[in-house]
């Protein structure tokens, strides 16, 4: 699992697939959670084959604990 973060945006990833398993266009369904039942907006990615490969969290900084960010790899 690998878990990234934009500061600017306030936008967090976090990988469920292996980095070298993600080819561009990889993502073929986004299922986007209902932004007033998360207070946000959480984006869950699906690949051809069904599976949860990442999930985006907008707002991150309000959804996800300190530790989780401060460790995450800052691309932004």
Do not use: H
Not at 25 to 49: H, Q, R
Request: aromatic share 8%; proline share 4%; with cysteine.
């Amino acid at each position: 699992m690998k878990i990234t973060y934009d500061k600017s945006a306030d936008a967090a990833y976090i990988y469920l697939i292996e980095t070298r398993d993600k080819q561009p266009g990889w993502v073929k369904k986004t299922y986007s959670c209902d932004p007033k039942e998360v207070d946000g907006m959480i984006n869950l990615d699906f690949n051809a084959e069904g599976r949860l490969g990442g999930i985006e969290v907008l707002s991150a900084s309000k959804k996800i604990p300190n530790e989780i960010l401060e460790a995450a790899e800052i691309i932004g």
